[in-house]
């Protein structure tokens, strides 16, 4: 079943029940933070919880593993690129 | 008190737990992915509802798992196992005591026994450009496809050697994303000569042997192979762009999506907190653990080898949590894993390219330090560890050393001339993942 989340104020379709980091790896920027020590753009990296380079806000809470989250409808995740 | 405490719901989480019922036991089973599986399985059960599409292109040892799956969700229906998914276990003492939290809120408590099945994950492999988006493990890849995702439109090259990159290489075919190149590091494969030897010396499972060897030949055979890189560091301005590496001369090969491997290592964290003994195996180049009278470790966690040995174990460690003697036949079939890992180990050994790693890459992706501030610490403190974690920082970032641990060991061993382990790694501490002051006010006393 098709449902909507919010990334960074846009509306993006995505499969119910998918890996947030799947569906940020799918959009038109596949990023998903600036690294606070320099600023560098990151992304999913190891996909099994380890790494931590998927950080992102998610329905106001900060610092939450994309990898590791399923989206739902009505979901709010904010990447805050720069 | 809980009777017993399962943390990871892999191939060695899911039959403990299985295991554990038939002798009256009602584990509570703590995961943190949403669904059963591990990484092996990963999204397995959900595939097979929604897309048997996807089962197809990973072939039959991954729709195995299926079996397993079943009779463990089975089980969580009929309210013999407690499974908590999406729930991170962020404190585990020797004495057993725990602290979780997840969708039910947090919680703490103590457990008799305790079976960590916490898996494996990919050895860090720092290159020059690695951190850049476009640079992912073989693993994660792997992952990635299994959840319904795609990698990067573009070119894929794969930097590394081993089992793992030959299986994707085979399965990105099957999904119409052929590897346009694979890279082999100088030292990573030693297929070639070493094989035909080996083959001879170990008593492994034939069928095992002859796919590995099979799935190679048919590999190399269509995808351009470049052996013995050297120098390889990945290009890009603010997202991957390439491979560049020396084999007698420079050579650049273009690439919107680089995948790196150099083997898997137990994920040693949380064994590490627990106070469990660690052990360095010489052949795996890594730590192995020894269980205690409380906390017992299966599958990959105790070392790799591989999803029917983590099967057995995790079978095994429910039985010593329940007294009971292991099976001839279970020692019989663990042993023969033993025997196909080490030529597995033997044919591709780790390059660990920390050790080799010039002053500007990157070894801790968190708090971005590089190796030549690694270099100058050693000079003016030598190869503590903890001492170097302390004045740089490394490895206190959110993934707390799971990237960087084992990179700082390898790197000061070559810099000082010794193994990895006797520089040994930095203390591990409660707790494991980072966790808010939210879910530790939420907890009961």
Redesign the interface.
């Known amino acids: 079943m098709p449902i909507e989340l919010n990334i960074d104020g846009t509306l993006c379709r995505a499969?119910e029940?998918?890996?947030l980091?799947?569906v940020l790896?799918?959009q038109p920027v596949?990023?998903f933070r600036n690294?606070p020590?320099?600023d560098?753009?990151?992304?999913?990296?190891?996909?099994?919880?380890?790494?931590?380079?998927c950080?992102v806000e998610v329905d106001g809470v900060k610092?939450q593993q994309a990898?590791?989250?399923?989206v739902k409808d009505g979901m709010r995740v904010n990447r805050g690129l720069k | 008190m809980t009777d017993l405490l399962i943390v990871g719901a892999g191939p060695a989480g899911m039959s403990a737990a299985i295991e554990a019922v038939k002798y009256g036991i009602h584990p509570i089973v703590v995961d943190n992915r949403p669904e059963p599986g591990g990484n092996i399985y990963a999204f397995l059960g959900s595939n097979k509802r929604k897309h048997p599409e996807r089962i197809k292109i990973f072939g039959p040892d991954y729709a195995k798992g299926g079996a397993l799956i079943d009779a463990f969700l089975t089980s969580v229906e009929e309210g013999r196992i407690t499974y908590h998914s999406s729930a991170r276990l962020w404190r585990i003492d020797p004495d057993g005591g725990y602290a979780f939290d997840g969708p039910d809120g947090s919680r703490a408590g103590k457990a008799e026994q305790i079976i960590l099945a916490t898996g494996a994950q990919e050895r860090p492999m720092p290159l020059p450009g690695w951190t850049l988006p476009g640079v992912m493990g073989v693993g994660a890849a792997q992952i990635l496809m299994k959840s319904g995702g795609e990698l990067p439109a573009g070119d894929i090259v794969i930097v590394g050697a081993g089992p793992l990159p030959l299986l994707l290489a085979d399965q990105l075919a099957k999904a119409g994303r052929p590897v346009k190149a694979m890279i082999e590091p100088a030292g990573a494969s030693r297929l070639l000569n070493a094989a035909p030897h080996i083959l001879q010396a170990a008593a492994a499972p034939k069928t095992a042997l002859k796919g590995t060897l099979l799935l190679a030949k048919r590999i190399l055979r269509r995808t351009s192979v470049w052996r013995n890189a050297k120098n390889i560091e990945i290009v890009g301005a603010d997202t991957a762009a390439g491979v560049r590496f020396m084999r007698g001369k420079t050579a650049e090969l273009d690439a919107a999506c680089v995948l790196i491997h150099d083997g898997i290592i137990p994920n040693l964290n949380p064994l590490r907190a627990a106070g469990l003994e660690l052990e360095y195996s010489e052949q795996q180049k890594t730590w192995h653990v020894q269980s205690s009278d409380v906390i017992h470790v299966a599958g990959d966690g105790a070392g790799i080898l591989g999803v029917d040995a983590a099967i057995i174990s995790g079978r095994t460690a429910a039985k010593r949590v329940c007294r009971a003697d292991p099976v001839n036949s279970d020692e019989k079939a663990y042993k023969k894993q033993r025997s196909f890992r080490q030529f597995i180990d033997a044919t591709y050994p780790p390059v660990q390219t920390a050790g080799k790693a010039k002053s500007d890459t990157v070894l801790c992706r968190c708090e971005m330090i590089r190796a030549g501030a690694v270099e100058a610490a050693i000079d003016t403190l030598g190869a503590d560890p903890n001492a170097i974690k302390r004045a740089l920082r490394i490895g206190m970032g959110p993934c707390q050393g799971r990237l960087c641990n084992h990179s700082l060991a390898d790197y000061s061993g070559t810099k000082l001339n010794c193994s990895a382990k006797e520089v040994g790694l930095p203390r591990a501490r409660n707790p494991v993942l980072p966790v808010s002051f939210e879910t530790l006010a939420e907890l009961e006393e």
Do not use: K, Q, W, Y
Not at chain 1, 40 to 53: H, I
Not at chain 1, 67 to 70: K, P
């Open positions: 499969e029940d998918e890996l980091a799947t790896l799918r596949p990023l690294h020590v320099d560098s753009p990151r992304a999913a990296f190891c996909m099994m919880g380890v790494c931590f380079e950080l610092n990898c590791l989250i399923r």
